[in-house]
């Protein structure tokens, strides 16, 4: 890993099974921007709902525009927002798997 400011998240939900699961951990690369097929970790703003997700990225409408899509879209459809509704949105560079379950 080359950023300096990267960190690992822990997934949570069914959103991104069966290629990302629950408790799985996502390294994220906040220096780099998200291209379009990604799969990022995106936060919103308050005034946008708030949260943390992980989906895949892809820009619309010259990049006004951002779709979240899951892996598992039967349960959670594609989610669309304005850009400037996030307050970051970064890159997944890899994701750890948990084999061992508690």
Same mark, same amino acid.
């Given at each position: ?21 629950? *408790?799985? +951990?996502?390294?994220? /690369? ?5 291209? #379009?097929?990604? @799969? $990022? ?8 709902? *708030?949260? +943390?997700?992980?989906? /895949? ?5 010259? #990049?006004?525009? @951002? $779709? ?35």
């Amino acid at each position: 890993m080359t950023d300096p400011k990267a960190f690992g998240v822990t997934i949570r939900g069914d959103s991104m099974v069966p290629v990302i699961n629950d *408790g799985d +951990v996502a390294i994220l /690369v906040p220096s780099s921007a998200p291209r #379009g097929g990604e @799969v $990022v970790v995106a936060r919103l703003s308050e005034e946008a709902g *708030g949260g +943390v997700m992980c989906k /895949v990225y892809t820009p619309k409408d010259a #990049g006004a525009k @951002v $779709v979240l899509t899951s892996y598992n879209s039967a349960v959670h459809p594609p989610l669309e927002f304005r850009r400037e509704d996030f307050v970051w949105l970064y890159p997944v560079d890899s994701v750890t798997k948990k084999f061992r379950r508690p």
